[in-house]
């Protein structure tokens, strides 16, 4: 079974920096995506990194520039790291993993940012 765990979140300042992390059980190499989406409340769920297995990145226009997605295959982990942080990126942020017929979720942690 695939467990994600995120951590790294928390309450930021705007401007401020955060960095999350996606610890996956066992090797992240078998999936063929990863990504971050984020939940802010009353609005739907929505894409905001991902990272293919190759290393090629993709980003939600609204955090070009101000985000990065990277990945450590020897630590099975996927981090976001998240640069001049504005109120409007608070939301919960979610880990998924993709294979090519499943997806996995982590349970998500929370990113405040305060203006």
């Known amino acids: 079974q695939v467990q994600l765990v995120e951590s790294g979140g928390g309450l930021v300042q705007a401007g401020g920096s955060l960095r999350l992390s996606c610890a996956a059980s066992g090797s992240i190499l078998r999936f063929n995506v990863m990504g971050w989406y984020r939940q802010a409340p009353g609005k739907e769920r929505e894409m905001v990194a991902l990272i293919t297995s190759g290393g090629r990145t993709n980003y939600a226009d609204f955090v070009k520039g101000r985000f990065a997605i990277s990945r450590d295959n020897a630590k099975n982990t996927v981090y976001l790291q998240m640069n001049s942080l504005k109120p409007e990126d608070t939301a919960v942020y979610f880990c998924?993993?993709?294979?090519?017929?499943?997806?996995?979720w982590g349970q998500g942690t929370q990113v405040t940012v305060s203006s």
């Open positions: 998924k993993a993709s294979q090519t017929y499943s997806n996995y």
